[in-house]
């Protein structure tokens, strides 16, 4: 619930230091599965912050690197999560493949 709330944040520097939060989350194997864990919030908003917009140029890479990482930290933690939903249902592909795309075209 605290890296849903400091992505939610409009300070992108609160937004980058939640998205390496979870990173590290999905980096942890457990040993109980997750009946109740939904990722949709993290898919759209890591999907969201690969089309940042920001004025600084820097903060802007910074943060569609952010989304990036957090979009492949979803991935990693539902692929070794059989009771997660499934993250290659379009419902998820749709956003994002089209924010890794844009990130490969748009080096700006």
């Known amino acids: 619930k605290m890296i849903q709330k ?3 944040s409009t300070d ?10 979870f990173v590290r989350f999905a980096n942890i194997e457990e040993d109980t ?11 759209s908003k890591f999907s969201a912050m690969c089309h940042a917009n920001h ?3 820097a903060i802007r890479k910074q943060i569609r690197l952010a989304g990036i990482q957090g979009l492949q930290g979803v991935v990693r933690k539902t692929l070794s ?7 290659w249902e379009s419902i998820h592909m749709d956003k994002i493949v089209p924010s890794l795309l844009y990130n490969m075209q748009n080096s700006r």
């Not at 992108?12 to 939060?21: E, F, N, W």
């Not at 999560?81 to 993250?87: A, G, S, T, Y």
Request: glycine fraction near 0%.
């Open 6 to 8: 400091l992505l939610e």
């Open 12 to 21: 992108p520097q609160l937004q980058i230091m939640a998205t390496q939060s």
């Open 33 to 43: 599965p997750s009946y109740h864990t939904r990722y949709d919030f993290f898919v």
């Open 55 to 57: 004025d600084d140029l």
């Open 81 to 87: 999560d059989d009771l997660v939903e499934n993250i």
